[in-house]
């Protein structure tokens, strides 16, 4: 039995309550909050009313202090978007860097003020980001430059000396000086009552440094160059640093709990779990027409007592004399009797519908959890010289609840040369074929033929004499075929009884339809 792992901050319980904190934090702004690794740090962007930070900026750490940082970089984040200004001249320059640098120590201290029971967050990003900090300068006015920086966490963790060793600048004397002179403008932006202030005083500290303030930016690890916006909208202009706490905290309880493993059932475990709320988003709608066609009516059969209507039983009188009338209720619509295994081809052909299938599979996956239908999926398909175990990977099974199931949808990226349908199909029929619901399913998606042969025969012919068994033992085999050529068209019609042709793009509605065509 394999034991996968998975990312902490994919599953929608953590990221609900990173959002939600988000915007408490926030007062109440309408933004866009999202955790993704397509960036350094963390990004905000005012006029688009949107935050994203990186959950795995220090990947390396524990989950509960990945958890803090990125919380910390949440912190800091809605920290611009709370009290920057926008600076609309602004180029990308050494000069755009240094005021990202000061503004960014001036609006963690507000926000530490405004929210002190969050604050410690912001302490724990700064010790990670400090202590992997490392002189990167060799010119004296460039390690000045960045003691600019540095200075931010220095002059509360360590001491000044601790610092200029860090950076190579104890022996430098002329780096040393320059240093000494522009500290307290430092300092001043810290304590700046805007954006504005912070600018004129980098500006200041550019002159001093000798350093031109159109030069590219140093790009200090860790450390956005052009953090600050350079338009606001209107209706939402940067606050004044606040005098005192707003609320004592969002505070910091609650670090993920949620399942860190999963053990594969079947042998390999070839497929990653992948973020996946923004599919499961855009897959609910159709999910949602699956549920209220694939239902069938009850009938009235379950009687209850009324106080207006019905037949009257003296019995109940005696009971409850308001309520001495006998109802037959109407129980609504329950699910159909139905099971169903959907074989999904994980051959390399089938990149090019992998979106298409993603979108589809967690429609129908949670369609059917909603339903409390059971549904298994499997992907079919290996290496030419794989062993028994490694031809599948049953991602979904008859018991499976909670989020891992939608990770590892997302995570199909077919990538077989082999495709060992005949395996995929013994597996759906044992599986099936003692299950006690009235219909029982198995349903192929793929793009072509089969081709593998080895010593236990060709993979065709081995899946024809399994899908011709499974409808012995009375079990519906489909065929979803999602290729374009006309031989693979006249083989797949050979094979499965009941073949339904789409394209990738099409292939979600298309699945929908086929389920719904079966209430």
Known sequence: MNTLTAPWWIWRSVQTRLIKWTLLLLGGRKYTVELTTEIETGVHYPDLRRIEVNPEMFARESVDVQFRATQGLLLHEAAHARYTEAWPEQKDNVLCELVNVLEDHRIEQAMS???????????????????????????????????????????????????LKRLNMLKDEAACDLWSKIKPLVEAAWRARDTREVIGLARDILVMLGIPASLPPRRFKGVNANGISVKRPDDDPASPPPVGPEIDGPGLDGTPHEAKEHHSGNGRSWTMPQPYIALEDAARPLAQRIVETLQEPRPNVR????????????????????????????????PRSLALHLLIDWSSSMRSSANGVRLALMALHLAMAQLSIPHAITFFGAGRDATPRERL?????????????KALIAGYEPSAGNEYLFAALDCAIADLQARPERDKII??????????????????????????????????????FLGEGEEDLRKMQQLFPRLIVTSPDRLPEKLGGMLISLA
């Open 443 to 480: 349903l192929v998606c793929t793009d072509g033929q089969p081709v593998w042969s080895g010593r236990e025969g060709r993979d065709w012919d081995l899946s024809i004499a399994r899908v011709s068994l499974a409808e012995q033992k009375g079990l519906k085999v489909i065929g979803l």
């Open 113 to 163: 003020i405004a929210f002190p029971g969050a604050a410690p967050a912001l302490t724990l990003l700064g010790d990670l980001v400090y202590r992997d900090l490392r002189g990167a300068e060799s010119k004296p006015e460039f390690k000045a430059f960045q003691a600019c920086l540095a200075w931010r966490w220095a002059h509360t963790r360590t001491n000044e000396r601790d610092m």
């Open 393 to 405: 990977e049953t991602i979904v099974s008859f018991g499976d609840r909670g989020e891992w199931p």
């Open 303 to 334: 009687p209850r007592a009324d106080a207006t209507t019905g037949r009257y039983v003296y019995r109940l009188e005696q009971r409850d004399w308001e309520r001495p009338f006998l109802k037959r209720a109407d129980l609504g619509r329950a």
